[in-house]
C-alpha cells in the first residue's frame, strides 16, 4: 500500500536528450486528499476526459507531457510543505535510493543543470518516472485519474522550484493546454 510523493516523467522517452521529471513530491495537502480518496469507487463519468464548461460548452481536460527545460522534479529537497522520502515510499530501500540521489544544493546529483536534462535518463529509478503504473504503486491514483493527477504534481513542483510566475510554468501550461 502506497501513496507518494514523488514520480517523475518518462514522457520523453522517444528523447532522450529531454529530460523528464524526476520525483515530485506532492504538497502534503494533496497527498492527504489523495489518501481520503484511496479505496473510493470511480463513477463511470470520471473516465470521460472532458468536463463541463459555462453556458452548456464542453472543455477539454489539459493533456499531460513533460516539456523541455523544466527539470523542475530533479530537485528532490522540496522543502517543508512536502512529503519526506519517509512518508513517500513503504519500502525503507526506496527511501534510502532516493535520498542518496540528493545532491547538497537539494538536486539531484544527475541532473545536468546546464541542460535541465538527466545524465542517466535510461537508467533512471522507477520513481523518477511520471506513469500512470507508478502513480498507481506510489498515490494509489487510479490510473483513469492519471493525467489529471499528473498535471497537478507538475504544478505544483514548478511553482515550489520556480515560482507561480515563472516561464517554466507559463511553458507548462501552455503544453498541456495547447494539446489537450
Ligand atoms: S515538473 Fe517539469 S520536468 Fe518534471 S515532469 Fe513536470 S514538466 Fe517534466
Ligand atoms: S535520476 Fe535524477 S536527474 Fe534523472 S530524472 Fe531522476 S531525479 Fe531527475
Known sequence: MTYT????PPC????PTIHSEANRPRQRQNLKTQKNNRG???????TTTTTTSGFGGKKKDPLWQCVQGCGACCKLQKGPSFPSPEEIFDDPSDSQSYKSLIGADGWCIHYEKST???SIYADRPYFCRVEPD???TLYGIDKRKFNKEACSCCIDTIKSVYGSQSEELDNFNHAIWSTS
Request: a positive charge.
Open 5 to 8: 510523493v514523488v514520480v517523475s
Open 116 to 118: 535541465r536534462t538527466c
Open 40 to 46: 473510493q469507487k470511480s463513477g463511470g463519468a470520471s
Open 134 to 136: 507508478v502513480f498507481q
Open 12 to 15: 520523453y522517452a522517444s528523447n
